[in-house]
């Protein structure tokens, strides 16, 4: 049986599209297809780009880092890949751009408390396999931004990162990031998020209720400290600045 320590890297083999619909489409089927723990699939631009909560994900050709990982050889430890995930995010990009990131539960990566990466985790772990769809907004300009997330959307150039940004750098340090972290024990990852925690101590609501967000349990699931008493959010959507708060 193939154990975490024995994994090989993220990145190799790599297919690229220069226009594709949705590169978590195409490594899902690859992973079906038998293709290998650490096989890439990234693109130039996507058609069809898909996000969390059936939304979509939009990035100008060229402007944002399009990728998705197969990961094989999944085990217990492995329920926590959204957050391996988001932290690999944020120490690539902290690699490649003087800026700080920070984690919004789950796995939005955050610089300046705007949304500068989403991450995408599909699999069959019956099957054995998972897909980590990863978009990063490198040098997106914020006129380029669909017009509903200007406001809460950047991109790594807009927050700061400099003019010498490129995706191709990005990707290494992503690839290296996840490689290393996904050899780590889950008390280091969950230790690793909760530095970058965005929600700590905020109001926040979310479908059924309102509360001041405590951080997150050993399973990465959101504590919520509610007028009623403890609430835990197994997964879902919540938004900040929500009048009511804890207790
Ligand atoms: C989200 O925040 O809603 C998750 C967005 C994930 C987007 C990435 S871009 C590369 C990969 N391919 C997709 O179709 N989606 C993910």
Avoid at 16 to 29: C, L, M, Q
Avoid at 145 to 169: C, F, K, M, N, W
Avoid at 220 to 226: E, I, N, P
């Amino acid at each position: 049986m193939t154990t975490q320590s024995e994994r090989p890297s993220i990145g190799s083999p790599r297919v690229h599209y220069r226009r594709v619909d949705s590169t978590n489409e195409r490594a899902k089927r690859l992973a079906a297809s038998g293709a290998g723990h650490g096989t890439i699939v990234t693109a130039d631009e996507q058609t069809a780009g898909r996000g969390r909560q059936g939304r979509g994900w939009v990035a100008p050709a060229g402007s944002a880092l399009l990728t998705s990982a197969i990961m094989r050889g999944l085990d217990r430890r492995d329920l926590l890949l959204p957050l391996v995930a988001a932290v690999a995010v944020c120490e690539a990009c902290e690699a490649v751009a003087p800026v700080a990131c920070a984690i919004k539960w789950p796995n939005d990566v955050w610089v300046k408390r705007r949304k500068v990466a989403g991450i995408l985790v599909e699999g069959r772990p019956q099957e054995g396999w998972a897909v980590v769809g990863i978009g990063v907004n490198v040098t997106t300009a914020s006129e380029e931004l669909p017009e509903d997330l200007r406001e809460t959307a950047t991109s790594l150039r807009r927050a700061g990162g400099g003019d010498e940004l490129a995706v191709e750098p990005l990707l290494h340090a992503l690839n290296a990031a996840l490689t290393a972290r996904l050899q780590d024990a889950p008390d280091r990852i969950l230790a690793a998020w909760r530095e970058r925690d965005a929600l700590r101590g905020q109001s926040i609501a979310w479908e059924g209720g309102t509360g001041t967000a405590a951080g997150i349990d050993a399973s990465g699931a959101l504590l919520v400290d509610t007028v009623e008493g403890w609430v835990t959010l197994e997964a879902g959507e919540v938004h900040l600045g929500a009048a009511g708060g804890g207790r």
